[in-house]
């Protein structure tokens, strides 16, 4: 099976545009999570999709949004874009057994 | 979510075992134990999991203490491509649906070649 797969991998933009990621998870997921990785927080959850409907969300402003398609694939959308945001986007899927999720390789955004 | 307390960072030499710490005090009786990796430059990836009993997989092994409020990960015999950040989570096993993994600093490993 192909693994998470993220376009774009690396992505440069200003300040107060907008941008948006997508994550194509393994075939056969439909859940798909997404984190915000930088050097000064770490990992965070920003929220995560299952059959096209958000079910959980973390502690992120309202210019973080995302979606899910029909086919599992996610896209997530940051607008009014701020140097803060300049992070490593990391997409998850699972198979929902609670047991491994499966990351794909992120997608490196420089917010200048 | 209960929390997790992890060393900063751990240095092993290359072909020996690296056991890998992690207190949990305020487990919960469904808190099942993961552990994920951070490769350099890459996503995380699951390592292995338990709930009571120790596991063993192809990647490590899991030894998880008696009343559960500390466990271990074990690498029997390191390479350099173990070079990562270990991060130790707690899920809930009584929900199942909820796929938010909520990671802490973690251990960075290096291996001495």
């Known amino acids: 099976k192909a693994g998470v797969t993220q376009t774009p991998r690396y992505l440069i933009k200003t300040r107060g545009q907008q941008v948006t990621l997508s994550c194509s998870p393994i075939s056969g997921h439909r859940s798909v999570s997404w984190y915000q990785q930088t050097p000064g927080q770490g990992l965070q959850f920003l929220f995560e999709?299952?059959?096209?409907?958000?079910?959980n969300k973390g502690n992120f402003p309202g210019r973080f949004s995302g979606r899910q398609f029909s086919n599992s694939r996610s896209e997530m959308n940051v607008s009014t874009l701020e140097l803060g945001d300049s992070a490593l986007y990391l997409c998850?899927?699972?198979?929902?057994?609670?047991?491994?999720?499966?990351f794909g390789p992120g997608t490196r955004l420089l917010v200048l | 979510d209960a929390k997790t307390t992890q060393p900063n960072s751990m240095e092993s030499n290359e072909e020996e075992p690296v056991h890998l710490p992690c207190n949990h005090s305020?487990?919960?009786?469904?808190?099942?134990i993961h552990w994920y990796r951070q490769l350099p430059s890459q996503g995380p990836e699951y390592v292995i999991h338990g709930l009571t009993s120790n596991v063993n997989n192809r990647m490590a092994s899991l030894a998880i203490a008696e009343d559960r409020k500390s466990s271990t990960l074990i690498l029997h015999r390191a390479t350099l491509r173990d070079a990562a950040v270990y991060y130790c989570?707690?899920?809930?096993?009584?929900?199942?649906?909820?796929?938010?993994?909520?990671f802490g600093t973690g251990t960075r490993l290096t291996i001495i070649p």
């Open positions: 998850a899927s699972s198979e929902l057994t609670g047991r491994d999720q499966y």
């Open positions: 989570i707690l899920r809930d096993g009584l929900n199942f649906g909820n796929e938010k993994l909520t």
């Open positions: 305020t487990i919960s009786g469904t808190d099942y």
């Open positions: 999709y299952f059959s096209e409907t958000q079910r």
